[in-house]
């Protein structure tokens, strides 16, 4: 089986979002626009309440899907499709925005740690203007893989010891899982060998093989992308770690973003503001 190595690492850039969150974008930043069909991904993790209390009020999307995972802390979503909840820690909420949803993401607490990650998904030309839809997880509802040494939550996809997660998107066939190693571990999965794929990590040092023999030492906001192959292999340095591991089906199609729309072409982005000025969402 052919190993994926290294193929690039991405260190965060600190940004600001919605009414003034603090994060940490890992991709949709200059050093990684995108990684087919991966759009974004931002880090937050601040126990000070400036960074995170203004959370992001109503705003729209269009195009894509949106994942949020929540490590700690609590935070209410409310959309314009009649779906609202609260995501606690280790619960899961996707989002598909579709032809356009209107939605508000703030956090339900005044104080204490507020951590996780939001991912955006693209979704083919073809349903892009689909009807939105939603779906929220929590904690108990995403299994458990335990193996020698290692943890892995599933939110989406299937491992190679079949377990499966709660998440379910053939379009792009996402794998999303959590992982937690005990230290020394050394942990393998096999991956579609034609996705993209990439290794985000949360706590801990964690090292991967580069393409030249070399091994690559990858930390706290962290990320990771991976070349082509059947499978991932992840050294754990001598304390616990935990990161991400993501991978996607590229759709291979032209991407126009502007804000929270992301589309084909840029004439459908225009369209994507004037509908959503006109109040057709
Ligand atoms: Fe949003």
Known sequence: MNTRTVEKVINGQPTSDGAGVELVRMIG?????????????DAFRSDNPNDYLA???????????????????????????????????????WMTAGRGIVHSEMPEQENGLMAGFQLWI??????????????????AQIPLETRSGTQIRVISGKTSQGTIGPVVQPLTDPLYLDV???????????????????IQVIEGVVSLQAGDQSRVQLGRDQLAVLG????VVVHNEDQASRFLLVAGKPLNEPVARAGPFVMNTEAELRQAFSDYQRGDF
Not at 61 to 89: C, K, Q, S
Not at 122 to 139: F, G, R, V
Not at 180 to 198: D, K, M, R, V
């Open 180 to 198: 937690t190693l005990a230290p020394g571990i050394e942990f393998e999965e096999t991956l579609a060998a034609q996705h993209n794929a990439f």
């Open 55 to 93: 959370g992001f009020p109503e705003h729209p999307h269009r195009g894509f899907e949106t994942v949020t995972y929540l490590l700690n802390g609590r935070m209410r979503h409310r959309d314009n499709a009649g779906n609202e909840g609260v995501i606690e820690p280790g619960g899961i909420q």
């Open 228 to 231: 082509k192959g059947e499978r």
């Open 29 to 41: 930043q200059p050093g990684l626009m995108d990684l087919d069909p991966f759009l974004l991904l």
């Open 122 to 139: 693209n979704l083919p030309a073809a349903h892009k203007m689909s009807a939105p839809a939603y779906q929220e997880h929590d904690a």
